[in-house]
Each structure stands twice: as C-alpha cells, then as structure tokens.
C-alpha cells in the first residue's frame, strides 16, 4: 500500500506534497486552516504553506487579522489540504506558536516587492470605501521605502502548527476509501487505519 512508503508522516505529507507540486495546476500549497473565535464560533479560510518540517507547518500572516486574533484567544488550529488530481487529502491538527522574529524575517525578505509592500498598505479585514484608497497607500509606502529595503512590519508574523494527528485520505472506488490516521505520542507516531 502506497501510504505505507514512510511511518512518519512528515515525511510521507513532503512525498505527497511534492507529488501534488507537479499534478496540481494551482498552488498545492493552499490549505484550509480552521481557527475558533472566543465565542466558540469556527472559522476557515485559505493560506499558503510556507513550510514543513518536524517542527510543524509554517504560514505567514497580518497578525491584525481574524485568524492571528483567534490563535493568540485559543492555540488549537485545523489544516486540510485537497489534491483534487491526486484523489488525496491530509487533514492536521494541533496547537500552533508564532514564528521567531528572524525567521519572520528571512521569510519576509524573500517576498515580491508588492507583497511586502501591501503588508504594510493593507489594513487587513477593515472595511475599504474603494480599491484607490488601497492602491494609494501602496503608492505612498513605495516612495516611502524608495531606494531601501522594505522592512517587515510590526503587525506582520508567522505561525507553526505543531501536529499531533494527521490524516491521510485516498480517494477510493466507490467510496471505499483508504484513511490513515497518525497519532502523536511522546516517542513517536502511531498509526491507526479508519473505516472510510
């Protein structure tokens, strides 16, 4: 059985990401990442993997946002990544931390010059009368920055979700799928096969 190429399922997640890297034709590093309110409302949204390693998966984001916000009131996070040319799924969960400074850093300086400049235009998740008003602060950030390196802004950081389960699901003949679910346990992972 395929899935069993690797008991670690780090390593096993990086073979299917990269697999997905060739067949997918738009960023195989997009995932579904849940966050809860303190209200104990759900919330999902797309981000982009920046990362995997065993510390975790890596993304990047406005630390103003709603997600940043949710996971500094309660830590517990959910990805889902869905290779629809692979018929493969990976669901993740466990608790996230913040990304140290440097690394936010490195990371940051790596950004296109408009991306790094939006991060200090966008006043993410406020409401915006027109797309000019956007566009206008990118403008006035641009000749600000002229001729120097963008800095990373203050409210602009990263998170690393640490596993404890992770699920990997390939889609099967008539629904007959095959689940894999690894549990995090103190010298190790646990693997345990699921019903479809």
Known sequence: MEILRSQDPIELFKEWLTEASVSEPNDPEAVALATVSPEGRPSVRMVLLKGVDKEGFRFYTNLESRKAKELSHNQSAAMCFHWKTLHRQVRVEGQVTQVPAWAV????????????????????????????????????????????????????????????????????????????????????????????
């Open 105 to 196: 850093d490195a990371y940051f300086k790596t950004r296109h010059i408009l991306s790094r400049l939006g991060a200090w235009a966008s006043r993410q998740s406020e409401p915006l009368e027109t797309r000019d008003e956007l566009e206008e602060r990118v403008r006035l950030f641009s000749q600000k920055f002229k001729g120097q390196e963008i800095p990373r802004p203050p409210h602009w950081g990263g998170f690393v979700l640490a596993p404890d389960k992770i699920e990997f699901w390939l889609e099967g003949e008539g629904r007959l799928h095959d689940r894999f679910l690894f549990s995090r346990f103190k010298d190790g992972w646990e693997m345990t096969r699921l019903n479809p």
